[in-house]
């Protein structure tokens, strides 16, 4: 197995960008896992390199971001149903996860948010609210007791 400095992956990139006047792709400089295992990736390694790593959709017309695109399937989603989506929903209906729109937007709700939907916070139903003041009240009396022992 060849070992590349990070020298000699960076001369690659420019090597490439001077012979072609471009930035190249990953699969067109070879070595990827050298790339991946030296600066973690590949848009690392173009950042080092002094160049601006590619966005697929702004070089293609009209295509979203992936973003955009997990907006537009929610909404679709939320037409079709006419309710804020389930997790069932998307796994009957397509192929968008709850684990990717939390990876995308940080929790589900903020994904429900951006796509303009409103997301309704979870219904707590009263056996379930007296319980937890049940449980905090033990606590407290606890703590009291406790603390007078010492005054």
Do not use: C
Request: aromatic content about 12%; proline content about 3%.
């Amino acid at each position: 197995m060849i070992k590349y400095t990070k020298g000699e992956l960076l001369d690659a990139i420019q090597g490439f960008h001077s012979t072609t006047g471009r930035v190249p792709k990953l699969t067109e400089v070879g070595k990827q896992h050298a790339y991946v295992n030296h600066f973690g990736s590949w848009n690392n390694a173009l950042k080092l390199a002094g160049f601006e790593p590619r966005n697929r959709a702004l070089n293609i017309p009209g295509m979203k971001t992936l973003k955009e695109d997990r907006i537009e399937r929610i909404k679709r989603f939320d037409k079709i149903l006419g309710r804020v989506p389930t997790n069932q929903d998307f796994y009957s209906i397509g192929t968008l996860r709850r684990k990717t729109l939390r990876r995308y937007f940080g929790s589900v709700r903020n994904a429900y948010i951006a796509a303009g939907i409103n997301y309704p916070l979870r219904k707590w139903y009263l056996a379930e609210i007296i319980s937890l003041l049940q449980i905090a009240l033990y606590n407290a009396q606890k703590s009291v007791s406790y603390l007078k022992k010492f005054l």
